[in-house]
C-alpha cells in the first residue's frame, strides 16, 4: 500500500485501492519537532483511509444515504487502532471531544439531520459529509461495541465483511450480521436492529433525566425525552457498572447502602445522549464530589449541562455558572477541552457588553489555577497535558490577562534575540499571543518566518499567528495577502477564519472580504469541507438580528448549493445566541456581579478581543511579567 504527500490538496486525504493520498500536512512529520498532538492527528488520519480499504472499498455502500456505514466505521475505528498501537496516547479520551461532543451539539439542532439521510442531488452527497456521518455514526457505533462487547462486535464484523466483500451493503445488512454475533438474548428480548435502528433513522439524540427520590434511600429514577419528541432504546452504564437498556418508562436504580459520591450515569461516557441531572438533588450537592471521578466522566458532565446552553433557560444557564468554577485547576486535556468549548458559549453569551468584565475575571480565575500547575516549561509535562498548557496560554492571552500576555512578549523578545528557542507546545500559543497585541514590527517578523520555513505544518501554524492580529490595518492586508500564490488554496481558509474569530472588527472584516471576494472565492471552492469551512469561518461569529438578517439576505441572492445546510445550520446558531442574549443577559449581568465585583475605577479592562484598551492610571503597578522585559 503507497501513502502520498500532494502539496496542494483540495481534501485532507482520500483512500484509493492500494494508493493512500493526502495533504503534506496531513501526513508528514517531524520526529523531533513536530508537536504531540500532530503525531496524534495523523496517526488518527493514516488509520481512517487504511480502514477504508474495508470499509468503503472492499465493502461499498448501496446509495449515498448509507455513508455513514464507511465514514462512520473508518472514524471509529481509526481510533481503536491508533489505541492499540499507542495507548499512552489516551486517544478515546480525544474520541469524546472531538468526535462524540462535537456530532451532540449538531444534532441539538432543528436544521441537523438522520444519519441516514435521503440524497436526491448531486449537491447534497457533499452536504452529507458532515460530522453526522462522520462523528456520530462513530459515536453509535462505540456505543453498540460496549453494549455487545467485543467477542460479539468482532464475531458479527467477520460476517458484514465476508458476506458482502466486493460488493455494497446498507444499514440493515450489518445489523442483521452483528446479530449473528450474539451468544445470548438481551434483557429485554430486543435485537441489534430494534435498538440501534432508531439511532441512524431518527434525528437528535435522547437526555437521560436523572433525579434522586430520597436521599436516604438513595434511589435514582431515570426518565427519557427528546426535543423531537422520540424515544430510543438507550444502552447504558448505570452506578454498579451494568450496562442497561433504558427506554420509554421510568427506571429506577436502587444504589447499594453507604455508596457515595456522584451518582454517575453513562460512567465512560460511551452513550450518545445527554445526561441532565436535577440541580437540587445531584448536581448542586455532588459538585464537590466532581473532583474525584475518572476525567472522561468530568468532562461529560459539564458538556451535558452546557448542550442545548443557548436555548436551554434561564436557570439552566445559571447553575453552568455556578458549576463551571468547580473546574478550576483541572489539567488533564479531555477536561479542560470541555471547559474551553464551555467559556466559548458563555463568552459569546456576553461579549460586547456590560457583562464582559465579570466573564473575565470568572475566565481567570478558573484558568490561572490551570497554568499555576502547568507551568511554562513542556519537558515536565506528562502526555496530553500538554496540550493543556498550550491552550490554556492561548485562551488567557486572548483574554488579555496580562501576566499572561506580558510572560509571552518577554520570552518571545528572547527568541527573536537568538536565546532560547520557545518549546514546542507553547510556541503557537505564545506566538499568537504576541500577533494578537502586536503592530507592524511582529507582522513583518511572523511573515518572513513564514516565508522562510519549509515544512507545511510550520507554515500552517504561522497562518493561524497571522491571523490573529487585532490591528484593523494588519488584518485587511492579510486578507488580501491570503489570496495571493504565497497562500496555498488548502490553507487560505483557515487563516481568514482565523481573522473573523479575533473579535467585532475581525468578523466585520472577514464577512466584507468574502463578499467582496465572492466570484474568485466560488471558483475557488466549488464543495466539499473547505467551501463549507470557510463560510462557516466568516459568519459563525455574529450575533446580532441585524447580522443574521444581512447574512440571510446575502444568501438568498447568491446561491451555494454545496452549503445549503452549513448556511441553515449557522444561522439557526446565531439566532438561537441572539434570542439568549436578549434574554438572560441581565441576569448574566447580576450573577457575575454578585460573584465578582466591578473593578475599581482606573483598571485596566480589555474590551471583548479587541486591540482597543482602557489605559490603567499612571500609579497602578505594573504585572510582573512586564517588569521583567522592562
Known sequence: MDLVAVPDFYIGAMENWGLLTFRETDLLFHPQQSTLSRRQYVAILVCHEIAHQWFGNLVSIAWWDQTWLKEGFATWISYLAVDHLFPEYDIWSDFLTTEMMVALRLDSLDSSHPIQVEVQDPCQIDEIFDAISYNKGASIINMLFHWIGKPAFQTGMQTYLSEHSNSSARTADLWRALETGLTSNTEDGSSVEDVMDQWTTLQGYPTLNVRLEDCESRTLVITQSSRFQHTWKVPVKLPGDQITLIGADEYRVNMEPGCIGFPLVNSGQSTFCRVNYDWESILKPHLPDIQYLESRDKAGILSSLALNFMRSGLDNKLHLLEAVGHYAGQIDWVVVDTLLSVLDDIESLVQETSAWAGYLQLAYSILLPILEKV???????????????????????????????????????????????????IRPAVYRTVASRGGHREMNYFLDLYRRVQRNEEKRMLLTVLGSFTNTEIMQQMLEWSMSDEVKLQDRVFLISCIADTGLEGRYAAFKFFQDNFSELSKQYTSGSLLKRLIKGVIKHFNTTEDLNKIQLYFQKHNVPGALRTIEQCCEDIRLLVQARDTSQDEVLKYLNNRFPPPPAGDLILTPRSSQYKRRSFNTPLDKATQRVL
Request: hydrophobic share 25%.
Open 375 to 425: 507551568g511554562w516549561e513542556e519537558e515536565k509535562l506528562d502526555g496530553n497535558v500538554s496540550f493543556t498548557q498550550g491552550a490554556v496560554i492561548q485562551r488567557l492571552g486572548k483574554l488579555g490577562h496580562n501576566d499572561t500576555c506580558g510572560e509571552a512578549s518577554l520570552l518571545w523578545q528572547r527568541e527573536e534575540r537568538g536565546g532560547q528557542p520557545l518549546g514546542k507546545s
